[in-house]
């Protein structure tokens, strides 16, 4: 059964102290794999589409990375202004996606 | 600004009431989905349609009833048959009929149950 699995469900990090995310999928035909961002009681933001392995990503403090079996998503130095929760998701027919249940990240000034 | 536009931000449903919540989207795009959010589980899809006139049901699709009878709206009912409708519900859209470049989601519909 296709899967993704999002770990650990919750992080907390100091102001500055840079993590990874992690996005694990067993999924046949990957089309592609996203992350999204999501705040308390808004809808998810999108963040990076990866298609391929060996893909990378950046924007601003964020980086994300794809392998054959998993994605990471690179927080480095982060600020308060990164806590959310972070979502993946996946498809592999181009028309639904499937998504993870998400990381709680928390930094602390 | 092109956009997803969810209404009401909340919602109080009696036991036995059907409700209707609302999605609209000026973005041109052809594909509209619903998502439910609960804590500690994934998005899971409701309802998703492709094109107008038509629409599909998803993952969890009882209790729940959906039109799309303009490109812009894909309203989703809440009916008396879904016995556990308290959750945050999500409307998203996409280009050209597939989700392979992303979803642009709306600001979500918290609906509880009094």
């Known amino acids: 059964e296709d899967q993704v699995t999002q770990s650990p469900e919750a992080l907390r990090l100091q102001e500055g102290e840079s993590s990874s995310l992690n996005c694990s999928y067993t999924?046949?035909?990957?089309?592609?794999l996203f992350w999204y961002r999501q705040d308390p009681g808004k809808g998810p933001e999108f963040l990076f589409t990866l298609y391929s392995a060996g893909e990378e990503k950046e924007k601003e403090r964020l980086k994300a990375t794809l392998t054959k079996k998993e994605s990471f998503l690179h927080i480095t130095a982060p600020k308060p202004e990164d806590s959310a929760t972070y979502l993946c998701?996946?498809?592999?027919?181009?028309?639904?996606?499937?998504f993870g249940t998400g990381t709680s990240l928390t930094v602390i000034p | 600004d092109g956009g997803i536009t969810q209404s009401p931000k909340y919602l109080f449903r009696k036991e036995g009431q059907n409700v209707t919540l609302s999605c609209e989207q000026n973005?041109?795009?052809?594909?509209m989905y619903w998502y439910r959010q609960d804590p500690g589980q994934g998005l899971r899809l409701i309802y998703y349609?492709?094109?107008?006139?038509?629409?599909q049901k998803g993952d969890i699709a009882e209790g729940y009833s959906v039109s799309r009878e303009k490109k812009e709206s894909f309203p989703l009912t809440v009916t008396s048959a879904q016995k556990n409708p308290t959750a945050f519900y999500l409307c998203?859209?996409?280009?050209?009929?597939?989700?392979?470049?992303?979803?642009?989601f709306g600001s979500g519909t918290r609906l509880t149950v009094v």
């Open positions: 973005l041109n795009h052809d594909a």
């Open positions: 998701a996946y498809t592999n027919t181009g028309n639904q996606f499937y």
């Open positions: 349609s492709q094109i107008v006139n038509d629409f």
């Open positions: 999924v046949s035909g990957l089309r592609g």
């Open positions: 998203a859209s996409s280009a050209s009929g597939t989700a392979f470049y992303g979803y642009t």
